[in-house]
């Protein structure tokens, strides 16, 4: 089956620090991979739609330059939350598609401190 | 833009009762929709999906309807078991055939299977 990892699975860090977390497609090439954040209890909310070779397209609401996306191959994309503060404490989750399903990796949990 | 709504937001079931799901959508252009099971701690997991060119699927005890003309589909788990204890997400998309679309998640729904 379709196999998407995250890394790290967990990260604690300062407040003001950048954080970088990797989505990767382990057997398949993914052209579009998607972001998500989670808050405990609530749905899914897309934050961004990663293309591999050009810029993401940010959802209404989500800033560009506080979330990085870069999706510099078609295995790997990935997602740096710059100068984290408390608020962006959340379950940061991956998706990338293939033959019109999306698979899921595990999530990150980042907490800042 | 695609509005999903989900119902209940939390359901009890005795196990090897059924459990149904209920999902609205507002966006007659949507095609796909497939439901995912999140256990605690972990990313979604795909369980069943459906196109809009047919109006049920099943996958052993595990069954989803889906009703165009009323925008609403449904998951239906039958002869439930511990392990279907999970938070269960409906979504739609207009998809195409590469997973390429946006999502538009339900609110989910937390399922407890009660021994």
């Known amino acids: 089956g379709a196999v998407v990892s995250q890394h790290p699975s967990r990260v604690i860090c300062k407040s003001g620090t950048s954080v970088k977390i990797e989505c990767r497609s382990l057997?398949?090439?993914?052209?579009?991979m998607f972001w998500y954040r989670q808050f405990p209890k609530k749905s899914l909310m897309l934050m961004a739609t990663?293309?591999?070779?050009?810029?993401?397209?940010?959802e209404q609401g989500v800033e560009k330059d506080k979330f990085l996306i870069n999706h510099a191959s078609l295995t790997l994309s990935t997602l740096t939350v710059t100068s984290a503060h408390p608020e962006d404490s959340s379950f940061y989750i991956c998706?990338?598609?293939?033959?019109?399903?999306?698979?899921f990796g595990p999530g990150t949990r980042l907490t800042v401190l | 833009g695609e509005n999903v709504e989900q119902h209940p937001s939390t359901l009890s079931v005795q196990e090897g009762d059924s459990a149904v799901i209920k999902c609205t959508y507002s966006d007659s252009a949507s095609n796909y929709f497939p439901w995912y099971k999140q256990e605690l701690g972990k990313g979604p997991q795909l369980i069943i999906d459906?196109?809009?060119?047919?109006g049920e699927k099943k996958d052993q005890r595990i069954a989803v309807t889906l009703n165009k003309t009323a925008k609403h589909f449904s998951l239906h788990i039958t002869e439930t078991q511990p392990e279907d204890s999970a938070v269960y997400f409906c979504a739609a998309s207009i998809g195409g055939n590469f997973g390429n679309e946006k999502l538009t998640f339900g609110t989910g729904t937390r399922l407890t299977i009660i021994p």
């Open positions: 459906i196109r809009s060119n047919v």
């Open positions: 998706s990338a598609g293939l033959k019109g399903e999306q698979f």
């Open positions: 990663s293309n591999e070779g050009s810029k993401a397209t940010y």
């Open positions: 057997d398949f090439q993914a052209t579009t």
